[in-house]
């Protein structure tokens, strides 16, 4: 899910970042520099994920039926951090309901950074798209709202 919300940001020329295990270093390899990620000096996913928490205002959560892995542990950072989240279930919302859900979240809570998790890619197939379809809508419809930034 973060890539493909890196992704969207970078085709709206919106300024993202985050943080990246040291090595820059993902499940496919090497994680390519288009990425304008904060290299962790040393640390693994669960760091990387702990500081993506940290540094945002709030997190939206996209997942599919359950909750697992790095993702409930995503969760479980911002309920101990005590900072806003949002769970989007894609079993049940479509990309279009699930950017409508994202937009009251990021406006009721005054969101500027924002931070998007979920599963990999290998753990859900089709969830790079399905985030990216959703993000996607998300920015283009804050853009209408006179929200510049995600």
Known sequence: MD???????LKHRIKCGGWCPAGRLDESGKIPDRYPLKELKKGGPEERTLRNVQGSEGTIVIYFHELSGGT????????????PHRLIDAAKYSPEDAATLMISFVCDNEIDIL???????????????????????????????????V
């Open 115 to 149: 931070n998007i998790a979920g599963p990999r890619e290998s753990e859900w197939v089709g969830g790079y798209a399905y985030a990216f379809r959703a993000v996607d809508i998300l920015v283009s419809r804050l853009r209408v709202r006179g929200r510049g930034r």
């Open 72 to 83: 409930a542990y995503t969760v479980g950072c911002c309920i101990e951090d005590r900072q």
């Open 3 to 9: 890539r493909a919300a890196l992704d969207v940001a």
